[in-house]
C-alpha cells in the first residue's frame, strides 16, 4: 500500500489540503497528516482547527512514497522556512521518492533546492518562489519525481494526479468516476 506523508502547518489552505487527504483515502492509500510542529492540532487559513495524525518529528518520513505540501497563507510560509522539513525533502528526492506541492507551497520545494525545472503554483506566486520554469496555462505540472498545482480550485484534479502516480489508471479511473469529477 501505498504511504503518503502531508504536512500541516499553521494556516494551510482546507481546501487543499482536505482534498488531498480525503482523495487518496478513497483510493486506499495510507495518508498521514504530519504536523509540522509538536503540537497534533492546527489551524487553517480560514479557522478550520483540526488534528493532525502525527508530528514531524515522530513520523517515519522513510516509509512515505510521496511528501506532499498543502498551500495556504502562512502555512506555506512556515514549511518554506522550515529546515528540518527541507532536510526531509532533500533526503526524499535524493532516495527518488515524489514531491509534491500545490498553491503557494512550491515555494518550500524552492528553498529547499528539490523543486524541478517545470512548476506551477498559485498565479502571481512565482516571483515568491523564484525559480525559472514556472508554466501558468497548467492546473498540474509533473516534472519527473516532482508534482505541483496552482490553487484551491485545482485541488481535486492534484489529488486525482497523486492517486494516479501512486496507484495507477485503474485506481484513478474508479475514484474519480465515484468523485462525478
Known amino acids: 500500500m501505498a504511504k503518503v506523508a502531508v504536512i500541516m502547518a499553521n494556516g494551510f489552505e482546507e481546501i487543499e489540503a482536505l482534498s488531498i487527504v480525503d482523495i487518496l483515502r478513497r483510493g486506499g492509500v495510507e495518508v ?62 535524493s532516495n527518488n521518492k515524489k514531491l509534491a506541492a500545490i498553491c503557494a507551497a512550491p515555494w518550500a520545494l524552492s528553498t529547499a533546492k528539490v523543486l524541478g525545472e517545470k512548476y506551477t503554483c498559485y498565479p502571481g506566486f512565482e516571483t515568491t518562489v523564484n525559480h525559472n520554469g514556472y508554466n501558468p496555462d497548467k492546473n498540474v505540472v509533473i516534472d519527473g519525481n516532482i508534482i505541483t498545482s496552482r490553487g484551491p480550485a485545482t485541488a481535486m484534479e492534484f489529488a486525482l494526479a497523486l492517486l494516479k502516480e501512486l496507484c495507477g489508471e485503474e485506481k484513478y479511473n474508479q475514484v474519480k468516476s465515484g468523485l462525478l469529477f
Request: hydrophobic residues 40%; negative net charge.
Open 32 to 93: 498521514s497528516m504530519v504536523a509540522l510542529e509538536s503540537n497534533l492540532s492546527v489551524s487553517g487559513a480560514h479557522g478550520v482547527n483540526l488534528n493532525s495524525d502525527i508530528t514531524f518529528d515522530e513520523y517515519d518520513f522513510s516509509q512515505a512514497d510521496i511528501i506532499v505540501l498543502p498551500g495556504g497563507l502562512p502555512g506555506a510560509e512556515y514549511l518554506a522556512k522550515s529546515q528540518k522539513l527541507a532536510t526531509k525533502l532533500k533526503e526524499a528526492k
